[in-house]
């Protein structure tokens, strides 16, 4: 440990990486097993890097905003296979009532991402793998707020950024 003096910030650093990494290769084999199951996705895919980068270079952070297609694959691929299907827990600090029922303080509650993930109101056809849902009219690249692997709000998952970036 070198660079950290605090076992504790060490530590905590340590999990933020490892739960980026972690989500990072789930979601590359997931989305290999769905690019594997459905050619004609796979097809597309390759045209797009044919085509944005050819074979002449590797791919860069900065082609990440051209990739449309790509980046519309791995959010449906991270929405498909439900990637964290439970949050962290969470207590609640007050008595809450949500549409006629009340929850007391202190109570434990957990996000179920699926419910919205799979839900035909926010995602048509949510059993097909269709990663044009998350392409506007242009053929651009956009991700709704129903999309919400990583959970949402400030307790989020902190290694999204990290697992987006990579």
């Known amino acids: 440990m070198p660079f950290f003096r605090d076992k504790q910030l060490y530590a905590a650093c340590l999990d933020l ?7 990072t290769s789930n979601t590359l084999a997931w989305m290999v097993m769905y690019l594997m199951l459905n050619p004609e996705v796979q097809k597309k895919v390759h045209a797009e890097l044919d085509q944005v980068i050819g074979s002449d270079r590797f791919i860069t952070v900065e082609d990440k905003t051209q990739l449309h297609y790509i980046n519309a694959t791995v959010a449906e691929t991270q929405r498909f296979c439900n990637l964290v299907p439970l949050n962290v827990n969470h207590r609640l600090v007050k008595d809450v009532e949500i549409k006629g029922f009340r929850i007391p303080a202190n109570t434990t509650i957990l996000h179920q991402i699926s419910t919205v993930l799979f839900d035909e109101r926010y995602f048509p056809e949510p059993l097909k793998f269709k990663p044009e849902r998350f392409l ?13 692997p990583f959970g949402v709000g400030k307790r989020a998952c902190l290694g999204e950024g990290l697992a987006r970036l990579e």
């Open 136 to 148: 506007d009219s242009e053929g651009k690249f956009f991700q709704p707020s129903s999309l919400m």
């Open 17 to 23: 990486w490892i739960a980026g990494q972690e989500t």
